[in-house]
């Protein structure tokens, strides 16, 4: 009993560990960089990891490094983050479903749901004789593991490295590139994916690169609510 | 560190907090007991294109036109994988193709 178990799990491993090395790729290289820049702000490596185990929300880190060398304001912090972190909102949104029956495991899927393992899990289909639940759960465990172990590395090791990994960090844009790729592959998807592209372009060019996010967000969501009848098959 | 050890942990908390309120809300919202509206799963359904769409965008923000390289390692990069993609649909052979590209651009020639 134990022993099919253990072959299940391992099973849902191998068949989630492909999926993720784009994501080993940037995120060790991303999570570094964290750690470095942690280091010249003066927090060593427990400060760094501690944050990326914690609070685990990439770009929000690198904005709270500012937020941690000025004058002490915890509520401007929490709205800060809660704004950088609105886009998680809509992951939500869209995992209800997936995410359903999967018992306390399922909190963890929650926490953890970041950009990168968002992306994956709601693109990839779970592979004919996989455990759905531990599928999801590698997925969110090895993005998780990925980050925070590169922000220790980046830490540890500081500017020791001597390897030049610049555009190592475009592997998560090409990752973000493939699954919309893979998204408008299905003719019911194209619509929705070009309204996402263009609202999100437009939203950078009015707003500009700092605040493009939740306008984004809403334009979005009203032209897939307006569409609705267009959309929905 | 500018700040003590007690005002840090509280930053690091709030952030946090922010972070997983973001996360959890939709799933404190619509609990699986009850079924969802269903202009909330229509959202669920639409929104994954959509929002891959605003990655791609999001990851491309800081990408200057104007500035030399132009955004051209990036568009050269991208145009690749949509290449690769279609010939051979291979997930991990588009992503790797197009981040190798992109490497060799920003590293040798658009230096």
Redesign the interface.
Same mark, same amino acid.
Not at chain 1, 54 to 57: E, G, K, L, P, R
Not at chain 1, 77 to 97: P, T
Not at chain 1, 192 to 201: D, K, V
């Given at each position: 009993m134990e022993l099919t178990k253990n072959k299940n799990r391992l099973h849902a491993l191998g068949a989630a560990f492909?999926?993720t090395?784009?994501v080993l =790729?940037g995120f060790i290289v991303l999570g570094m960089t964290y750690g470095v820049l942690m280091q010249t702000k003066?927090?060593g490596v427990l400060?760094a990891v501690?944050?990326s185990a914690?609070?685990?929300?990439g770009s929000?880190?690198f904005v709270?490094i500012t937020?941690?060398?000025?004058a002490?304001d915890?509520?401007a #912090?929490?709205?800060?983050?809660?704004?950088?972190?609105?886009?998680?909102?809509?992951?939500?949104?869209?995992?209800?479903?997936k995410?359903?029956?999967l018992g306390k495991l399922?909190v963890f899927l929650?926490?953890t749901?970041c950009?990168e393992t968002?992306?994956i899990a709601?693109?990839a289909l779970v592979p004919e004789g996989v455990d759905r639940k531990y599928f999801y759960f590698f997925i969110s465990l090895l993005d998780y593991f990925y980050w925070v172990f590169g922000t220790f590395l980046g830490s540890v090791l500081g500017g020791v490295l001597s390897f030049?990994t610049?555009?190592?960090d475009?592997?998560?844009?090409?990752?973000?590139?493939?699954?919309?790729?893979?998204?408008?592959k299905k003719e019911e998807?194209?619509l929705?994916?070009?309204?996402?592209? &263009?609202?999100?372009?437009a939203a950078?060019a009015v707003f500009g690169?700092e605040n493009?996010?939740i306008p984004?967000?809403i334009l979005?969501?009203v032209t897939?609510?307006s569409g609705?009848k267009l959309?929905?098959r | 560190?500018?700040?003590s050890i007690t005002?840090?942990l509280? =930053?690091? #908390?709030?952030?946090?907090?922010?972070?997983?309120?973001?996360?959890?809300?939709?799933?404190l919202l619509?609990p699986?007991s009850k079924k969802?509206p269903k202009? &909330?799963?229509?959202?669920?359904?639409?929104?994954?294109?959509?929002?891959?769409?605003?990655?791609?965008?999001?990851?491309?923000?800081?990408v200057s036109i104007r500035n030399s390289p132009h955004g051209i390692?990036?568009l050269i990069? &991208?145009v690749l &994988?949509?290449v690769l993609?279609q010939w051979k649909s291979n997930?991990?052979l588009?992503?790797?193709g197009?981040?190798i590209a992109?490497?060799l651009?920003?590293?040798f020639i658009f230096v």
């Open positions: 492909p999926l090395i784009p =790729t003066g927090y400060w501690l944050m914690v609070a685990f929300c929000m880190q709270a937020l941690l060398t000025a002490f915890p509520l #912090a929490f709205f800060l983050s809660l704004m950088v972190n609105a886009r998680h909102l809509f992951y939500g949104l869209s995992m209800l479903e995410y359903k029956g399922r929650i926490y749901l950009d968002f992306s709601s693109s030049n610049k555009g190592l475009f592997a998560l844009t090409a990752l973000f590139v493939v699954l919309f790729l893979e998204q408008m998807n194209r929705a994916g070009m309204a996402g592209l &263009i609202c999100a372009a950078l690169a493009l996010v984004a967000m979005i969501v897939l609510l609705r959309l929905c | 560190m500018p700040l005002q840090t509280i =930053t690091i #908390a709030a952030i946090t907090l922010g972070a997983m309120a973001s996360r959890f809300t939709p799933f619509f699986e969802p202009v &909330i799963s229509y959202l669920g359904q639409v929104l994954p294109p959509a929002m891959m769409g605003l990655l791609v965008v999001y990851c491309l923000k800081n390692p990036e990069a &991208i &994988i949509v993609h997930v991990l588009s992503i790797g197009g981040t992109y490497i651009l920003v590293q």
